[in-house]
């Protein structure tokens, strides 16, 4: 098709390589692309045209919310960028959000409203890949995954239809949308049911000492921890310019509640090592960290690692995730407690993989040159794979591989086979395939 031709079909703004704003368009959160085609949908009616130009021409689909994901370091195929829908609109406690909005916004106009959603941890994070991949929240205990809170959509189907679905309309690709990441459609509008919430109570605690020991003393305290209080434990070295070096503990209570909030934490701050840097009641937006942008002078270095959803944290696994980190100077370990409302979800009710699942964790080692050899890599690798073996299933979201395949590694197999039926009814010919891919049964 021409490039005037596709300019008349397509409508939104359609930029091409050498156009004025290429590499603008084809930057993403974490480097810069090379799309063939980058589409700046304006409305719905956009999203359906370049929605069926890709498909008669047989292109993949890139879908743009936040830009977070490592698909966008894929070359060639059609991104589509939904930034400009993201509008946000409340009723009552149902929030209508658009497929292009980021989590920051979001929760600023919630904010205004008295209300809030287990989100994203950053700014700019987008509402749409979060949602779909799941959602492992700050308030992830309290009110379970994003996509927990999710109760509609608005879907672009691969034919270019639009689909008003709810669980009661379409209850299977409800259940697959949450947790089943975007192969069977290109969301262009959430409906949430939010939750009341003035402020949370955050606290940034330091620790120096034996990681084992405060990783034992974490899973004992939150085994019978208040739902509302949600923990993530992070160690980072000092090249890792998200975070600051060295090893801190967060803590969010969803809702003001201080005094309760200060009884749940004590028997962490009476653990030898563990320090109070911050503590306080805040509005929630203010919780949510803002992550620098890609920058081409210093690009971010491989990642040789992996997560996995662990059903127990016991000895052995802590033991094996402080020794990652300690093996690979240049490593990070993080991890997020789960279970309570994250739990309550019965396994069959959504996509995400391990409901049973109490600690979400996190480990890898930067792939910086001088540093990780080959041996040195191959090591690495097989001491994750020792460690993600102990696990339920991997959250995709936090997977930065764009091999073919690796969605058989983040669902058990019963999962897969329903994902997999889903994919036949709404996008039998794999038209949505630039992500962690489900094949049509």
């Known amino acids: 098709m021409a490039n005037d031709d596709i300019n008349a079909a397509l409508g939104g703004v359609v930029i091409r390589p050498g156009d004025p704003d290429w590499d603008a368009a084809r930057r993403f959160h974490s480097g810069i692309g090379e799309p063939a085609l980058v589409i700046r949908a304006a409305s719905v009616d956009n999203v359906r045209s370049a929605v069926r130009y890709a498909a008669a021409e047989g292109v993949e689909v890139l879908v743009r919310s936040g830009g977070h994901s490592a698909w966008g370091s894929v070359p060639g195929g059609l991104t589509l960028d939904l930034a400009a ?3 946000v609109a409340v009723e009552g406690t149902r929030v209508s959000i658009g497929g292009g909005a980021h989590w920051g916004a979001v929760a600023a106009v919630l904010a205004s409203h008295g209300l809030g959603i287990s989100s994203g941890d950053t700014t700019s994070v987008g509402v749409g890949g979060l949602t779909l991949g799941g959602g492992i929240g700050l308030m992830v205990r309290a009110w379970g995954l994003a996509c927990d809170q999710l109760v509609g959509v608005q879907l672009v189907t691969a034919e270019g239809d639009v689909v008003e679905a709810t669980d009661a309309t379409h209850p299977e690709l409800m259940w697959a949308l949450r947790g089943g990441g975007g192969n069977f459609g290109v969301v262009t509008r959430f409906d949430f049911e939010a939750h009341p919430l003035r402020a949370v109570f955050a606290a940034e605690l330091g620790f120096e000492g034996d990681a084992r020991q405060v990783l034992r003393a974490l899973r004992d305290i939150m085994t019978d921890a208040p739902r509302e209080l949600t923990v993530t434990y992070m160690d980072v070295p000092p090249m890792d310019p998200s975070a600051p070096p060295g090893s801190s503990i967060g803590a969010v209570w969803a809702g003001d509640g201080e005094t309760r909030a200060r009884e749940a934490l004590a028997p962490l701050l009476a653990v030898p090592g563990v320090v109070e840097r911050d503590l306080g009641v805040r509005p929630y937006p203010d919780v949510l960290l803002e992550q620098p942008e890609f920058d081409p002078e210093t690009p971010m270095p491989g990642f040789v690692g992996g997560n996995t959803l662990l059903r127990v944290l016991d000895d052995a696994a802590i033991e094996r995730l402080v020794a990652f980190r300690e093996s690979n100077p240049a490593s990070v370990l993080f991890l997020r407690s789960l279970g309570g409302a994250y739990g309550d979800v019965p396994q069959e009710k959504s996509a995400f993989p391990a409901r049973d ?16 050899d080959a041996a ?8 994750w794979n020792e460690i993600e073996s102990l696990g339920g299933g991997v959250y995709g979201n936090f997977t930065t591989s764009t091999e073919p395949g690796w969605a058989e590694r983040m669902y058990p197999r019963v999962t897969m086979a329903r994902l997999a039926a889903v994919k036949r009814e709404w996008d039998p010919q794999n038209v949505f395939r630039r992500n962690h891919n489900v094949l049509p049964a």
Not at 360 to 367: K, R
Not at 376 to 383: N, Q
């Open 85 to 87: 829908l993201a509008d």
């Open 357 to 372: 699942a109490t600690w979400f964790a996190m480990a890898g080692a930067f792939d910086v040159p001088g540093m990780l």
């Open 376 to 383: 040195a890599r191959t090591r690495a690798l097989g001491d």
